[in-house]
């Protein structure tokens, strides 16, 4: 139980840390290459309940 709250407490805060890094400095739908022709950071927000399901 130890093990799994040492590494989800950080692995949370890495991922709210990102959202709000991106939401900041990445204009919505352009690619922003990080890595040529192997990473690239597109923010696209989903609508939907789980993987754009019931979108409203």
Known sequence: ???ILFLSLPLY???QL??????RFIT???PRII???FF???DVT???????SFKG
Do not use: H, I, S
């Open 35 to 37: 890595v040529p022709d």
């Open 13 to 15: 805060v890495l991922d």
């Open 40 to 42: 690239t950071l597109v």
């Open 18 to 23: 990102t959202k709000q890094l991106v939401l």
């Open 46 to 52: 989903n609508t939907g309940a789980a993987f754009g």
């Open 1 to 3: 139980m130890r093990l």
């Open 28 to 30: 919505p739908y352009e």
